[in-house]
């Protein structure tokens, strides 16, 4: 399935990016050193997964200027890619806002608390639990697995308390009035919910015996290459029963709920270390939600009895026996979050596209319809995804726009898109100063007829079965020609005549060496390629100067 090798690729990006950090001997020392600030993840498997994604994904090191993620990164970053998905994503606080049924599955809706922003969970990632529960949230980062499912990378924490949400809920909100483009950090999560116990449900006892428990584990395997049951002992005495199941649940498309079920009676009788791992985390868990259920509460009549969040959470670090001061990375602090943490620079395309189509209802032609704003949302996560970052409306320009258009798959699709993005693109100019000023009288209008024709001429390639391997700018016109490895000038072959008369110097063409021929197989404007603008400005100045001289 698509989600579980997703995050199977993902999961092996991030083990690739902490092995060149342990290669380093500087990010070496780095990591050393914050891990000895972090005891719980020198011993606990799941405080352990927490560190990695905040070292590799938000902790700017001091030797390469920013986070490893963001300093190794492609420069050019794949649509889909394991890269692409892991650069989008996003830390929040989750709190279940509803759950549906699709394709036979359970999902959850889930609400960041702290940016507004909604995710689609699978329901599986419960362990067996409910998402009616209004004392649950869910803290960590979330990848998206395909067009509309998020899936957590393993630092997942869930976090139970009576009136933990309602508690969070309205101190994020005081907050983020305070600071309404702070961000949040996963060190400020972590300090807020160590002391939280986790979600999960205990498990049952079970009654049936090793045999029968074990000949069902092999029927679950069988949708699980390369686990057995030597591996998931050797799994259990390492991660323990949820670090198993997250791995199971990234690693393979298995029966969970099954799993849930036999691991754990499989444990109990199992002699060796991955029974008692189980056992001493069901035993505390009662213990530990009574003491936050009381620290809470101390908290709620601090609240009550008027006093400010500051010295409320003095008493919640009072009652938990932290020490004093832990809860002031809670709150965001204006001079340490002036500037943002984490991968993601700026609000994002949604926000703008929020704001442009609450502004078009004031207009006498009415909000845009669901087709336009599906156009949009498809847009804005697509230039992201390409730009490896979230983008600022000012920011905006053709090579975030063109790639979207371009991927139309025939004329009616392409007309769709211009139609859907004109609106927001004119706005974007006009509003926000967007550079694509010449864009909106040139390739954006609908009286251009160059990417009209283009798109024709991919499609038909396209349907001919032409590939490409390699991609090359146009050189001259008549006929079209590329510059061959030598330098010479070698002809293309492939294009519709119908195309030929649209092309011009500097507009890419996609395809491989035939012969010395370039075989066409695609073709993408000029304006498409990054710092082709700037190229172009460059080459207008030459000119002058040779006609000056």
Not at 118 to 136: F, M, R, S, V, Y
Not at 509 to 518: K, Q, Y
Request: charged share 25%; with cysteine.
């Amino acid at each position: 399935m698509l989600r579980s090798s997703l995050i199977a690729d993902i999961l092996e990006l991030m083990t690739e990016l902490e092995d060149r950090v342990h290669t380093d001997p500087r990010l070496e020392a780095e990591w050393m050193g914050e891990l000895e600030r972090d005891p719980a993840a020198l011993s606990q498997p799941q405080a352990h997964s927490r560190f990695r994604e905040w070292f590799l994904l938000e902790r700017d090191s001091e030797a390469l200027g920013s986070s490893p993620m963001l300093a190794w990164a492609p420069s050019e970053v794949v649509a889909d890619s394991a890269w692409a998905r892991l650069l989008d994503n996003f830390l929040g606080i989750f709190k279940v806002a509803g759950m549906r049924r699709s394709e036979g599955r359970e999902f959850l809706d889930v609400h960041d608390l702290w940016s507004g922003r909604l995710a689609h969970l699978p329901a599986d990632i419960l362990a067996g639990g409910t998402g009616e529960d209004g004392d649950l949230l869910f803290v960590g980062r979330l990848v998206l697995a395909d067009d509309e499912v998020h899936l957590p990378l393993p630092g997942l924490r869930l976090a139970h308390a009576p009136g933990l949400v309602d508690a969070v809920e309205s101190d994020l909100a005081l907050a983020r009035h305070h600071q309404p483009r702070a961000r949040l950090s996963q060190r400020e999560c972590d300090a807020l919910f160590a002391a939280i116990p986790n979600g999960d449900g205990a498990e049952l006892e079970s009654t049936e015996s090793m045999a029968e428990l074990l000949a069902e584990l092999d029927e679950v395997l069988m949708d699980a290459p390369g686990w057995d049951w030597d591996r998931i002992q050797d799994s259990l005495n390492q991660h323990g029963l949820t670090g198993t199941l997250d791995r199971l649940a990234f690693e393979t498309v298995a029966d969970l709920e099954s799993l849930r079920r036999i691991l754990p009676a499989l444990a109990s009788q199992t002699p060796g270390q991955a029974a008692p791992t189980v056992r001493q985390a069901d035993e505390s868990k009662s213990t530990e939600a009574s003491e936050a259920a009381q620290a809470l509460d101390v908290y709620d009549l601090a609240r009550a009895q008027g006093l400010s969040v500051e010295q409320a959470f003095r008493k919640l670090e009072e009652a938990l026996g932290l020490e004093p001061g832990t809860s002031e990375e809670v709150l965001p602090d204006q001079l340490r979050d002036t500037l943002p943490v984490g991968p993601e620079q700026v609000s994002g395309l949604d926000a703008w596209i929020e704001t442009y189509l609450w502004e078009q209802h004031a207009e006498p032609s009415g909000a845009p319809g669901p087709e336009i704003e599906a156009v949009l949302r498809a847009f804005a996560k697509q230039a992201q995804t390409a730009a490896g970052k979230s983008i600022d409306a000012q920011e905006l320009s053709s090579v975030h726009v063109l790639p979207y258009l371009m991927a139309a798959q025939d004329a009616t699709d392409f007309q769709a898109r211009r139609t859907g993005l004109l609106g927001f693109l004119v706005w974007a100019t006009q509003e926000q100063g967007a550079a694509l000023g010449e864009a909106l009288s040139d390739w954006a209008c609908d009286v251009d007829q160059l990417l009209p024709a283009m798109i024709e001429a991919n499609r038909v390639m396209r349907s001919a079965g032409a590939d490409w391997r390699s991609r090359q700018v146009l050189h001259e016109l008549n006929p079209p020609s590329v510059l061959a490895e030598g330098g010479e000038i070698a002809p293309v072959t492939g294009l519709p005549s119908e195309v030929e008369p649209s092309l011009r110097i500097g507009d890419l063409v996609l395809g491989a060496w035939r012969e010395g021929r370039f075989q066409a197989a695609a073709l993408v404007p000029k304006e498409a390629i990054p710092h082709a603008a700037e190229n172009q400005g460059e080459a207008a100045e030459q000119d002058h100067s040779d006609d000056e001289s």
